[in-house]
T-cell receptor, first 113, second 114 residues
């Protein structure tokens, strides 16, 4: 049972435009959400996170929006740059001693020059 | 610089052979993790350790074993019982497990079967 879903496997956008990457989750206990960026043959690097007490978190060109009622979050990248081309993983966790981070399958973003 | 070091970068396994992937961290983190990534798949948790001398099975632990004798080290052994070992293996650490702390990842080991 996939608790974190990234239903679109890929996204292609023009340089300078907005990239919107979507993520849905099913576990209502999740209260912390993260986005990771990964280049081929490298480890993922942390991008941005959001707690369930917020509905928006912004860091430079990256903004994450959380809609708890819809169990949906999205990552906005504005403006998109060719260096943003990578795989983006959505991840979620629930507070608790046995909680672990659950990852989605990832979205491959391609930013065209 | 603090970080997580995985070695080797590439590893080849023969049929029936056990191989061990190394993971060392100097971040003074209590928790360490092993994930496996297959093409088109997310990161799946193999094993994790909250503290020295303790570890727990993740979602896909069959065919793998770990040890945590030192805080800095969390080696993963891929045994001959793992029938489909070809994958990209990622080690990660966090300050403490279960506290909404982000994970820091190593650069990964690509394991292939000869």
């Amino acid at each position: 049972d996939q608790q974190v879903k990234q239903n679109s496997p890929s996204l292609s956008v023009q340089e300078g435009r907005i990239s919107i990457l979507n993520c849905d989750y099913t576990n209502s206990m999740f209260d912390y959400f993260l986005w990771y960026k990964k280049y081929p043959a490298e480890g993922p690097t942390f991008l941005i996170s959001i707690s369930s007490i917020k509905d928006k978190n912004e860091d430079g060109r990256f903004t994450v929006f959380l809609n708890k009622s819809a169990k949906h979050l999205s990552l906005h990248i504005v403006p998109s740059q060719p260096g943003d081309s990578a795989v983006y993983f959505c991840a979620a966790s629930a507070t608790g001693a046995n909680s672990k981070l659950t990852f989605g399958k990832g979205i491959t973003l391609s930013v065209r020059p | 610089d603090g970080g997580i070091t995985q070695s080797p970068k590439y590893l080849f396994r023969k049929e029936g052979q056990n191989v061990t992937l190394s993971c060392e961290q100097n971040l003074n983190h209590d928790a360490m993790y092993w994930y496996r990534q297959d093409p088109g798949q997310g990161l799946r948790l193999i094993y994790y350790s909250q503290i020295v001398n303790d570890f727990q099975k993740g979602d896909i632990a069959e065919g793998y074993s770990v040890s945590r004798e030192k805080k800095e080290s969390f080696p993963l052994t891929v045994t001959s019982a793992q029938k489909n070992p070809t994958a990209f293996y990622l080690c990660a650490s966090s300050i403490q497990q279960g506290t909404n702390e982000k994970l820091f990842f190593g650069s990964g080991t690509q394991l292939s079967v000869l």
